[in-house]
């Protein structure tokens, strides 16, 4: 279950994080003379003066977090299930029926 949920959470942020990198950019920039224009604006000045790397930069703190944290809630929400419905599916159908 730890594996399942810390794979699930890398795997989120693996795609999610260049939106997150465009995100904090434009959030960053000052009122008063803004850098970018918009969220395209945005991903091309920076891939442009950076490269594709600066989407990614820093990943690697954010995918140890996800693997710990997502394990960690996934496994607490399966055994939690399993507390609060013991039941088996199998045992659901055959007493429905």
């Given at each position: 279950?730890?594996?399942?949920?810390?794979?699930?959470?890398?795997?989120?942020?693996?795609?999610?994080?260049?939106?997150?990198?465009?995100?904090?950019?434009?959030?960053?920039?000052g009122d008063a003379s803004?850098?970018?224009?918009?969220?395209?604006?945005?991903?091309?000045?920076?891939?442009?003066?950076?490269?594709?790397?600066?989407?990614?930069?820093?990943?690697?703190?954010?995918?140890?977090?996800?693997?710990?944290?997502n394990g960690a809630i996934?496994?607490?929400?399966?055994?939690?299930?399993?507390?609060?419905?013991?039941?088996?599916?199998?045992?659901?159908?055959?007493?429905?029926?």
């Amino acid at each position: 279950m730890l594996t399942a949920g810390g794979c699930a959470g890398v795997a989120s942020w693996v795609v999610c994080y260049p939106l997150d990198v465009v995100k904090s950019r434009l959030q960053g920039q000052g009122d008063a003379s803004p850098k970018y224009s918009g969220i395209v604006d945005c991903f091309k000045k920076s891939v442009q003066e950076e490269g594709l790397a600066v989407l990614w930069r820093g990943l690697g703190t954010a995918v140890s977090r996800a693997f710990l944290v997502n394990g960690a809630i996934f496994s607490a929400y399966e055994l939690a299930l399993r507390c609060f419905f013991p039941e088996t599916p199998d045992q659901v159908l055959n007493t429905a029926s």
